[in-house]
Nanobody, 115 residues
Framework: VQLQASGGGLVQAGGSLRLSCAFS????????MGWYRQAPGKQRELVAA???????SISDSVKGRFTISRDNGKKTVSLRMNSLKPEDTAVYYC??????????WGQGTQVTVSS
């Protein structure tokens, strides 16, 4: 499995970005997918996840602003980020969880929100 994240960048507070993660491998629909982020000096934290059945989990810190979605036909997972805040600044990582327990990570994409 390989994950390729894209869509990061520099945006002003209040702006929006959309991150995408392309999955290379078989049986994408059997994987749980998610986005983590890591800010300088902080631990990596789960931002949002979407499971095989389509149910989602969203961190309280971004609830109401971020939306996660997946397209099983295109083998992609997206994170729509609205009303961005400077505290959302971090490297965002795409993550895949296999049904057998394996974990896979993408290379990370930088999101910087200026005040």
């Amino acid at each position: 499995v390989q994950l390729q994240a894209s869509g990061g960048g520099l945006v002003q507070a209040g702006g929006s970005l959309r991150l995408s993660c392309a999955f290379s491998g078989r049986t994408f629909s059997s994987y749980g997918m998610g986005w983590y982020r890591q800010a300088p000096g902080k631990q990596r934290e789960l931002v949002a996840a979407i499971w095989r059945g389509g149910s989602t989990s969203i961190s309280d810190s971004v609830k109401g602003r971020f939306t996660i979605s997946r397209d099983n036909g295109k083998k992609t997972v997206s994170l729509r980020m609205n009303s961005l805040k400077p505290e959302d600044t971090a490297v965002y990582y795409c993550y895949a969880k296999a049904w057998y327990g394996g974990d896979f990570w993408g290379q990370g994409t930088q999101v910087t929100v200026s005040s």
